[in-house]
């Protein structure tokens, strides 16, 4: 594309019409975006119209109930959601500084780095930054990355799921992450040596299929011969796996480092059994070739400060 050529698009497009797109990706449905855009059907059916005629391709294939999105839809849409997510951010940030604020870190974490790593380097660049506002999502790293590529989040502590992944963020690594099969204490499984053909029949807690946990989980089942649970409750909260765990006889599959202070008080145990290796290395990831803030690098420092320590 020429220069001339991208001029052109950015002249063009306006926010109005990334909404749009957005919006009819999540409805699938021109009188649903149209309503909640506050504008009749036809004027948003000829926005739609005007886009595709403007990039000279068809986005939406229209059916009769709902409308289909095009492989060029999707990437408009997946551009148009980082567009969008950037703008609201912009305004949360300017919203900030016009009432005397110092800026917003948003983090999204892997269970593992949660409960030991992310609360001192949280505490740190907190004590250095005392008003700025940090905020932190714990999920799987498919999850998370997700979130990071379209700039829900400024930073992930967590792993690359994908190869394909190595082209958008950047990756630093900073530790293994081991697991362990936890039951609550007193877990009738407790009183002697179970085999992997035994715990499966037991009701478990697991991540989704997508997740790197559950990932290792299956092949070391599938290396042992032994068949998946199928007694299962799938949840990436590692909040209610533990309540979960706690209040009945579940098993769950969890980063060691959650039980530490968990096992310490009591209230759970994890078994003598090993599944697998321990997961690969997680980081702290960012999205590649985008200027990293002074906050989202003070604190990246600090986390690789706190690992070597």
């Not at 502590?157 to 992944?165: D, F, K, L, P, S």
Request: with cysteine.
């Amino acid at each position: 594309m020429s220069n001339d050529s991208r001029i052109h698009v950015k002249g063009w497009l306006r926010i109005k019409h990334l909404v749009l797109l957005v919006t009819l990706d999540e409805s699938r449905n021109l009188h649903a975006t149209s309503r909640h855009m506050n504008m009749s059907q036809p004027a948003a059916s000829k926005m739609l119209k005007d886009i595709e005629t403007f990039f000279g391709m068809t986005l939406f294939y229209r059916q009769p109930r709902h409308m289909e999105i095009t492989d060029a839809g999707r990437l408009l849409v997946r551009y148009a959601r980082s567009i969008l997510n950037d703008t609201d951010r912009l305004i949360d940030d300017l919203v900030s500084l016009r009432e005397g604020g110092y800026g917003k870190l948003v983090i999204g974490s892997v269970p593992g780095a949660a409960p030991l790593l992310l609360p001192k380097a949280i505490t740190s660049i907190k004590a250095r930054r005392p008003q700025l506002a940090v905020s932190l999502f714990e999920n799987s790293s498919d999850r998370l990355l997700a979130d990071l590529e379209y700039k829900r989040l400024d930073v992930v502590i967590g792993r690359v799921t994908e190869h394909a992944q190595h082209h958008l963020f950047d990756f630093m690594p900073l530790q293994a992450e081991p697991v362990s099969i936890v039951v609550r204490a007193e877990h009738p499984l407790c009183q002697r040596l179970p085999g992997l053909g035994e715990i499966v029949r037991w009701p478990w807690v697991l991540h989704p299929m997508s997740s790197p946990m559950r990932g290792l989980f299956e092949v070391a089942l599938a290396e042992a011969g032994v068949s998946s649970p199928r007694n299962v409750v799938e949840t990436t909260s590692t909040q209610t796996t533990l309540q979960l765990v706690s209040s009945s006889d579940a098993i769950a599959l969890l980063p060691t480092s959650v039980l530490k202070t968990a096992i310490s008080a009591g209230k759970f145990t994890a078994l003598p059994l090993v599944i697998g290796e321990p997961l690969g290395y997680y980081g702290v990831l960012t999205r590649k070739g985008e200027e990293i803030s002074d906050v989202v690098g003070e604190f990246i420092d600090i986390l690789l400060m706190r690992d070597d320590a």
